[in-house]
């Protein structure tokens, strides 16, 4: 991940998400992190949103609704 989300994300957030990157189910992430499932997935969601929060929502960015 490199510097990825520095300043953004907080250490657990960045760990969770180069699993994630790398192709690891919240089940294996958590095995290997010694977490359980469903905190890789709200670390997943908490750092979705900030990322979203600064970079925009890519699905609706272009679509032309804040194009006016």
């Known amino acids: ?28 992430t958590g095995q290997i992190l010694g977490i359980s499932p469903g905190t890789v997935k709200s670390q997943t969601a908490r750092g979705l949103e900030r990322l979203r929060a600064l970079l925009g929502d890519p699905l609706t960015v272009g679509s032309g609704e804040d194009d006016r």
């Open 1 to 28: 991940l490199g510097d990825f989300g520095a300043g953004l994300l907080t250490p657990r957030e960045r760990e969770v998400a180069e699993f994630t990157l790398k192709g690891h189910s919240a089940e294996s």
